[in-house]
Nanobody
Framework: QVQLVESGGGLVQAGGSLRLSCAAS????????MGWFRQAPGKEREFVAAVRWTVGNTYYSDSVQGRFTISRDNAQNTVYLQMNSLKPEDTAVYYC??????????????????WGQGTQVTVSS
């Protein structure tokens, strides 16, 4: 089992930027895919981005493609989500997640085994 702790959320104006971090501990060896999801009030949790831990290839949802960048620092066991050109509709609780595997195009929340506690991102208009 992998333990995940997110940080970096906050309040930002539309057009601004934030960087989220996700520190991983526990069984972090082996083939893992790290993902970011978000959940707005009254909505289902949705996939945002994923990165393959070993190789570093990435995948994004259409709604964030070109604005968000997911990356990882293997030495620090940390995954980042750089969010630029933020919009009010990006407001949500953002969750870090992990699953054993190699495909970054698996986007269902149910496929991910480990979850962080979430961090709030609020974008004001």
């Amino acid at each position: 089992q992998v333990q995940l702790v997110e940080s970096g959320g906050g309040l930002v104006q539309a057009g601004g930027s934030l960087r989220l971090s996700c520190a991983a501990s526990g069984r972090t060896f082996g083939p893992y895919v790290m993902g970011w999801f978000r959940q707005a009030p009254g909505k289902e949790r949705e996939f945002v981005a994923a990165v393959r831990w070993t190789v570093g290839n990435t995948y994004y949802s259409d709604s964030v493609q070109g604005r968000f960048t997911i990356s990882r620092d293997n030495a620090q066991n940390t995954v980042y989500l750089q969010m630029n050109s933020l919009k009010p509709e990006d407001t949500a609780v953002y969750y870090c997640a992990a699953r054993r595997g190699s495909s970054v195009t698996v986007t269902g929340a149910g496929e991910f085994e480990s979850w962080g506690q979430g961090t709030q991102v609020t974008v004001s208009s």
